[in-house]
């Protein structure tokens, strides 16, 4: 923030005209000083004011004469001299006519000094004694209110915010200036002026919060009112050079937050606002006509009766605005910084932009640059290189960087840089290069020990995991006392833990633990991984002994919460009762734990296990009312609790519970709140049984209950269109309570999309009307024989999302569009609506991430890749407890049985998936279905398609074959055509071709119009 320079009152307004007599010392004294001081003959002017004040102290004048020697000093630059001769009329004895004046040039000299003042503790320092005295001031006035010291009241008021701006007490400042932004200053010339300090306020609280990691929501609440600020400032039509600041400090607002934003939108916002920033050339040229304008406008007042007071209003703005134009002049050119940041916002956006960002650096080649900003420029360059993936180029631009800023304290860091930028790009090879390169160039350097580390990264992600282990080893072994080398033990015992080598991981984590040349911080870093290890590893007694150990040595340790808990974990695995004790006493004493709300939430889950429903309902109040902003646990707990309501059937408990997660200033956790009191809400309405059963009185509840769902679901849909996966869950929930007022007679196949339309009637953004369109045509799904729609439904789709290309689907949406464009066999656009969905997905969104690799893997499955489709489907079962809570897990056991038994079931997957598919009711027919035949090829190929593995046992494939036809005839008219068909095949292999033909027969007399395919294989075989 650029502080514009004080500006003093005319002298003629702060001191009492005085007569002096004629021929008498300290007269012609003061009459010499004062021509000085017109003449701006500052120095002449102190020499004869310190000769009155020390020759003549006791001249009925001296309060006149201080006033006007600190004006001198004030104008010189001494402040300190400023501040000592003003003392006398600052004090709380001085005369009131001159005491106004004293405090108000105190407060500047003050406020100057500590601008001037190098170390930033005693600036501090300093600029709080300045809000003091002009605190001393505003209270002074407002007691003793005059017209000569009410003048000062506005500017005193700026100063002090300026000061406790300064010394970053942004809540005075902030108060200060709101209050000058209010009557009677709200139509003051300087408003601009104090919009632009408090929106550089605003934008200093916006980066606190991104340094202090606070959620989102939080960092664009804050920038919010920051670039509010700054907009007013350039829509302000008195303000030409801070419109220009303004429209800069903005741009860096925008910058800031882009950096937390993973999509390239943010710097397109940030992109935009640096290019309003104007030239140097420019902005003089508009501030001097501006100037003009004033001026002419204050010499044509003076013509005018009455004009006098305008034009000597105008004064002190000519002399402001004449101040910023010699500051324009004599200051760099803006636009240099913004084209700058305009570079780095390309590079931010990565390829392609990242070409232009080189263009816009090449456009700064003839200007005049800072050293710093020459240096940016070429770091820039290099970078735009990097992010382009032009290695080669990189490498030559680091060369040339190193040779043309051998001082720069982080050249030693630079190759390291490029290998992490490399890393971020997934460019392994790359940045095991430039790690390389970083440890050859600099191999004492500050960085070696990151350098280390990230060759290590690059060589696992390379596959070259023991390789990576023996880097981290061997400069541990070589540095054993060296806090970074032992450091890198531990970074590489944590990536022992992730692979599931826990032995390997204690082995690192006993090292540094044992190691007595090491810190004890980093001993108890090290002695609290091995606990984590032992837990991994099972060996519940060793971790609570170790944890007891670990209490008593380190006593102090930031770790000891997480020691703890392990142990209570422990405690529990074991199934000790005091375990729910050891946690409890983990959040008494550490309350302010990061480990503290999970102990509580860990609670819940024990009372939950232990089936003690009030304990468990007293612990999620605890951890409600504890950690009020613990979302995630809370939410859990929630689940847990909210669920045993709906057990109980007691739903208005079960609505109440999530009620306080709706009022939270995080999006998705409200929306999901709401979606949840949807859910629980339509559960009340299906537990009041058949609606169609019910006498008209008796409906009036279930009828509310359904109301109360809608609306929480179009709550959602209202309040949160940005929040993918709840809208996503809310257009569910609305085709849940649909299908259940179909149930109930309340609506048919016919009306539920009317129905849908007028529920969904206020959601009239573009991208909620294509969600609507494609709810209406998900309906299919919802129908009794909806899949007879489903071109139509395609083809609504296909248009509706060709209307809205820049629409990023819902997981539901983009499974419901995957399933049609694979009824339709268009599995081209299928793997891509599935690959995009995937691409949005967040790491830790479990549910998108099964939803997306299941419609890749059931459509390379419907294509006939079995091998590709397993693939898919293994990522399913890699996820958290092996995909089981994944609603299509069945679909997905057999497709990988279905892999194993190409590839000739070797461990035995396919046959126990089958056999245990057969028999799955929840699976559906059709998957029952295509288990029996898998489960008969099996056998088949195994030698026993007629005759029994055991003899007396139904163990051959012909049984099999001919159940799903007995089982499930028509219903699965394919699967039971190709059993049949499988069968013949099976009798003609064993030579009966009797039994052969009587299959063969069977299936064209029964499928002869519903499995035509295997009918003319069926004919085929049959001649």
């Known amino acids: ?376 420029v070429d770091f820039q360059l290099l970078n735009s290189y990097v992010l382009g993936g032009q290695t080669d180029k990189a490498d030559v631009a680091l060369t040339d960087y190193l040779t043309k800023h051998p001082a720069d304290p982080q050249a030693d860091s630079m190759s390291f840089q490029i290998a992490a930028k490399l890393m971020d790009k997934k460019d392994y090879p790359g940045a095991l290069a430039q790690a390389d390169r970083s440890l050859k160039d600099y191999p004492t350097g500050r960085v070696v020990g990151q350098a280390v580390t990230l060759k290590a990264q690059a060589l696992t992600n390379m596959g070259k995991v023991d390789d990576a282990k023996k880097v981290l080893s061997d400069y541990a072994a070589a540095n054993k006392a060296n806090p970074a080398a032992n450091q890198m033990l531990l970074i590489k015992a944590q990536g022992e833990v992730a692979q599931g080598d826990f032995s390997a991981a204690l082995a690192d984590y006993q090292s540094v633990k044992n190691n007595l040349s090491v810190s004890p911080e980093l001993q108890a870093v090290a002695a609290a991984g091995c606990i984590q290890a032992l837990q991994s590893m099972q060996k519940y007694d060793d971790v609570i002994t170790e944890a007891k150990a670990f209490a008593t040595k380190y006593p102090d340790s930031n770790a000891l919460p997480g020691v703890l808990i392990f142990s209570g974990l422990a405690m529990d695995r074991k199934n000790d009762p005091a375990a729910v004790a050891v946690l409890q006493n983990v959040v008494q004493k550490y309350p302010k734990d990061q480990t503290s709300p999970f102990a509580l939430f860990y609670i819940v889950t024990i009372y939950q296990r232990t089936n003690n429903v009030p304990a468990m309902i007293q612990a999620y109040k605890d951890l409600s009312t504890a950690y009020p902003t613990s979302y995630t646990f809370i939410g859990q707990a929630a689940d847990m609790v909210g669920g045993e309501y709906l057990k109980e059937k007691k739903f208005d408990l079960a609505v109440a519970t999530y009620q306080p997660l709706v009022d939270a200033p995080k999006a998705d956790v409200a929306a999901n709140a709401d979606n949840k009191i949807g859910a629980v809400w339509l559960a009340a309405a299906k537990a009041k049984g058949s609606l169609q059963s019910m006498q008209p009185d008796a409906r009036v509840e279930p009828m509310k209950f359904l109301s109360n769902a809608e609306q929480s679901y179009l709550t959602v849909l209202a309040k949160y269109p940005d929040q993918l996966n709840a809208v996503g869950e809310a257009f569910q929930g609305l085709a849940d309570l649909l299908k259940q007022r179909r149930s109930g007679g309340l609506l048919t196949d016919l009306t539920m999309e009317d129905y849908l339309g007028k529920l969904t009637a206020g959601l009239t953004t573009p991208d909620m009307q294509t969600r609507v369109e494609l709810a209406k045509a998900a309906l299919v799904f919802t129908y009794k024989n909806g899949d007879k729609q489903y071109p139509a439904a395609l083809d609504r789709f296909k248009k509706a999302i060709d209307a809205n290309s820049n629409l990023a689907l819902t997981r539901q949406e983009a499974s419901q569009y995957g399933e049609l464009l694979m009824a339709a066999k268009d599995y081209p656009t299928a793997i891509q609506v599935f690959t995009n969905l995937l691409g949005h997905a967040a790491p830790d969104d479990q549910e998108t991430l099964a939803d997306g690799d299941y419609g890749l893997g059931a459509t390379y499955l419907a294509q006939g890749d079995v091998a590709k489709a397993a693939e898919y489907f293994a990522k399913i079962k890699a996820l958290p407890n092996g995909g089981a809570w994944f609603p299509k897990i069945q679909e997905v056991d057999y497709g990988l049985a279905l892999a194993a038994e190409l590839a000739g079931d070797p461990n035995g997957l396919a046959k126990a998936t089958y056999a245990r598919l057969m028999q799955a009711s929840q699976a559906g027919i059709a998957l029952q279905a295509k288990a029996m035949l898998g489960y008969g090829h099996l056998l088949d190929k195994a030698g026993y398609g007629v005759n029994p593995a055991v003899k007396g046992t139904i163990e051959y494939a012909v049984h099999y074959y001919q159940q799903v036809d007995l089982l499930y005839g028509p219903a699965v008219a394919e699967l039971s055509a190709e059993g049949l068909y499988d069968a013949g095949q099976a009798y003609d292999k064993a030579g009966d071709k009797v039994n052969a033909q009587a299959q063969y027969k069977k299936l064209q007399a029964t499928y002869g119009t519903s499995a035509p395919d295997w009918v003319a294989k069926a004919a085929a075989a049959n001649h």
């Open 1 to 376: 923030m650029k502080i514009v320079k004080w500006f003093l009152i005319g002298l003629v307004a702060v001191v009492c005209s005085a007569t002096w007599v004629r021929g008498d010392a300290a007269g012609d004294l003061y009459k010499t000083g004062t021509d000085d001081l017109a003449n701006e003959k500052y120095d002449d002017a102190v020499k004869n004011f310190d000769q009155i004040i020390n020759g003549y102290p006791a001249t009925p004048y001296i309060d006149e004469v201080h006033i006007r020697d600190g004006f001198a000093y004030l104008h010189l630059g001494d402040f300190p001299n400023a501040i000592k001769v003003l003392a006398p009329e600052a004090a709380a004895n001085a005369k009131p006519e001159y005491r106004g004046t004293g405090l108000y040039f105190t407060g500047l000299a003050q406020f100057s000094q500590a601008q001037k003042t190098a170390d930033k503790a005693q600036s501090k320092t300093v600029f709080g004694q300045a809000a003091a005295t002009f605190s001393t001031l505003i209270d002074y006035i407002t007691k003793n209110p005059t017209p000569d010291n009410q003048a000062f009241m506005e500017d005193t008021i700026y100063y002090r915010a300026l000061a406790y701006y300064q010394k970053e007490d942004y809540p005075n400042a902030e108060k200060d200036l709101l209050t000058l932004l209010d009557p009677p200053y709200s139509t003051s010339l300087k408003r601009p002026d104090y919009l632009l300090l408090l929106g550089s306020l605003y934008a200093v609280e916006t980066n606190q919060a991104v340094t202090a990691k606070q959620p989102i929501d939080v960092i664009k609440a804050a920038a919010q009112k920051a670039l509010d600020r700054f907009d007013q400032v350039s829509k302000d039509p008195n303000a030409l050079v801070q419109a220009n600041d303004a429209n800069m400090s903005e741009a860096e607002v925008y910058y800031l937050i882009a950096q937390l934003d993973p999509a390239v939108t943010g710097y397109q916002k940030a992109l935009d606002a640096f290019r309003l920033v104007r030239r140097k050339a420019d902005m003089v040229d508009l501030q001097q006509t501006r100037l003009d304008q004033l001026k002419k406008a204050s010499a044509a007042a003076l013509q005018t009766a009455g004009g006098a007071s305008m034009a000597n209003e105008n004064v002190r703005l000519i002399d402001r605005e004449s101040s910023r134009l010699q500051q324009l002049k004599d200051g760099s050119d803006p636009i240099v910084q913004a084209l700058i940041r305009i570079a780095e916002c390309y590079n931010a956006m990565k390829p392609p932009e990242s070409d232009e960002a080189r263009t816009v650096l090449r456009r700064l080649s003839h200007a005049t640059l800072t050293p710093d900003q020459q240096q940016e």
